[in-house]
């Protein structure tokens, strides 16, 4: 374990920004500025001053940070201009950062080929942009783009450009992968022949993930000596993105033995933070995400169900709660009692049925998965499915009878319009109600129709929705027919999401059961009253 | 360039299938098996007989493979036993696989502490298990489990385990970093030291990604001298994903140089196969997947917008076509009519469409994907696109109108039951048909009218059946509110097997809309007479 102490650069408002599909507002940026801080990453680039009006407004009123260094962006100056007078570099220089990070080429051949200057210019590009910058802000530090292709194709010329920038003052010189092709054998050479005239204390590494070979070209570069890495959260950039700072801080810390700035205690908040991350984007975590992600310790009654429960330890690399994660051990038929007792651990579900109820509840699960349910992507179900047997789940509504009718005709304006209609009849104790609604499917107006039928009773369900739909055809072990599994996810106003599941020959009957869990799953939490029949 | 060969594994059907959420069908297993082997996959690892029904269903009809050699995988012997009257080891010694993998212990610890046996044992374990499994099928291969923390506990053990194996005939010694823990700098000291022992032509690799750094594991064993490696398509498994062969796949060929039984054809294949096998698990594939992705090659109005649009070499690790992608998405506005020609040769269509077709199809695609549409997973329809704007689709009929009932009733019995019945009114040529008949839902019950409608005309029709239904809500680039997408799964009597899409904001629309292009699609085949009108 090496003790030695590594600096966290953060880009994901700028090179994250790149993402296809992701658009940071202002607000977004100052949050995850502050969280940042907060976990203790020693630096936060901000964006780009003058590339646009977020990044401008960012930089105008700057987050207050704690301990982190706010960096701003830029790129060096152009060929025959000074610094000074480089309308571009301009904003950057009067930006309110701590730190100025200019990218600038390093490869000959796109010197040449993309600016179309010679050599001789670029280093001085280089050189004065840096020091122009220096005079301004406390700390620069020099991003080598393209560096790794421009080494293979001119080394000389390639470290020529970074002792430009060393001696123009550069804090750090970072060593960038920009197009991610680069493979770790690679990294590790050539990081080695460029340490010998610099300093790993004075080099930094970037990586993009092309090859799916990000992370690890990052530990090879800090192995080599590199003292400065660069990723963003969850992995977020242009293509196929940047290092993950998400996987790359725990190993560093809990495998490799580095110092950085975050604490034993800002790593248990990790995978809280990358999942708010993605939460804030409004994007799906990654279940399969590194050391963070929901089934990053969870285990498939397979091969290793039995030998998971004797000792989990063995199929584990390390302890999750290191990293704020938790063990998941799925439900299944074959699983048993201590499985059970761990699934309602981790459930928070205060839950301790007796021997008696241990098998009833055992018994229901086999015989329903022997049928096609299936209980992993369903722990709304799953939950209810264990308070039913230990007689904790109140009636909250009986269906008497429903109808959906889907057409197709013609409507007022002559359109061929689908319209779906769904009526439902119901009793909640001794009260009928018959309602009736459309939706943008059979299911959707059931919906509509069953919590309309139900909102005078259980006003809480006008907070919920019905947020995705999906349908799986199977034939199960029992029975030759196919049937139709749906798992609903619903979604309530005080940002719970969960799962239901329903399984039938008949797709809306699998739909029904689903959506009545969905349903009951909400009043149960919500500590609805039961009826009184 | 190395120029040697190496042997690839793919062990999607048995570790790919603990995937949280995953739950392949046994016509999914054959399809999957018949696609590794159409790439030149080495070794296609189906299952574990024994161990469920869809499993023992496989290996008791295993599919015919043109060049792959079938793998049944299971545990060696228990302790205290004969291999040949191990209740577990019989399934696997009796399949039809042309080879037999059996995983075992090397960690002394985990020998002791989970399977309660000593080491001797566990060598005899592992040496009887591989004699019996090599007297019933020409090739036997051991997977070390937990070999890399075995190794670093106790080496001469971890090291007899392998030895005990080779002894016994197992062709191939597969080195595998079970609980995924291990970083590449580990795996590539601890490989290397067992080369000083065993071969590596006789080595293999299984790496699991939660470091996220599977994929430099195998590379870094690889590059140590192993000629196995083991790994899934798109990256599944257990926990965090096993080593991603999409991923690896290329680097080995592109950037290393290796040879392996997947040519330049295979190659250009590699997107399609990736993003087909998402569609059939009904995920949504992962636009920032390496090489393969949808935005692995896009590029954002950024930093390298201009300088990518003068030359796009310089921000692409490699050319997007070798491994099937495109600067953009594969079937889109921009890719052209280079890209456009290569997917017809993909899927075997003999086309050839004039310069002004070619705009007209590329512009009905682009509108399509605007709206949600997705053709990789749906090629009848995208079929059906192409032949339509080249004026090769008759209108086999015209629909008038439809209505689909779902009910939940009380049945004569007594029994509370859910009915679908659908009518269905349409025209063929002048004559015009009203039917109605029941299904297992909507969708299905109006699959059934409308064959019936359309018997006595196409008699062929009564010989193809809705074989999977998929449904996934989203939110397409124009437009705010949510569409559903519908894809359908048909298949016929011929054993044809084909895919057509439907895209609606209601989710009935859109169904019929996919099956209209399946009914369209085979009579299109079966080269049925239009009918006069």
Redesign the interface.
Known sequence: MSGERLWLYDTTLRDG?????VDFSQADKLRIARDLDALGIDYVEGG?PG?NPTDDGFFADPPELRRARLCAFG?TRRAGRSAANDPALAPLLRSKADVITL?GKT?LR?VK??LGVEGDENLAMIGDSLREAGARVPETMFDAE?FFDGWKEDAAFALACLEAALEAGARWIVLCD????T???EIGRIVEEVMRKIPGERLGIHTH?????A???S??AV?AGVRQVQGTLN?LG????NA?LV?LL??LVL??GYETGVDAEGLRRLTHLSRTFDERLNRTPD?????V????????A???AS?VA??PA?????DPSLVGNARDV?VSGQAGRSNLLARFDEMGLDLVPDAEQTQAILAAIKEREARGW?Y??ASASFELLVRREMGGVPDYFA?M?????????FNAKGER????EATIKLAVGKEHFFTVAEG?????ALDHALRQALSTTYPSLGHMQLV????????P?AGTA?V?RVIIESADDEGRVWQTVGV??????AS?MALHDAITWKLLVDGAAAPSS
Chains 1, 2 share one sequence.
């Open positions: 920004a790149q993402t296809q599909g780009w590339a790129m990218v490869s796109q080929g993309a393209h920009t197009n991610g092709g493979l770790p054998h993930d092309d090859t799916e070979n992370v690890a070209n530990l090879t192995r992995g242009e293509r196929c993105g993950n996987s725990p190993t495998k490799m279940r399969h995400a590194a050391y992600g929901a089934s990053a310790f969870a285990h498939k397979g091969l290793h030998a004797k000792s063995f199929y584990e690399h390390i799925l299936a992993d992507g269906l009878s429903f109808r959906a009718i889907d057409e197709r005709r319009v689908t319209l779906s943008n499917g059979p299911v959707n995705d739909y999906k349908v799986r055809i199977l034939t072990e196919a139709t039938s020959g008949n797709i809306i009957d029904y």
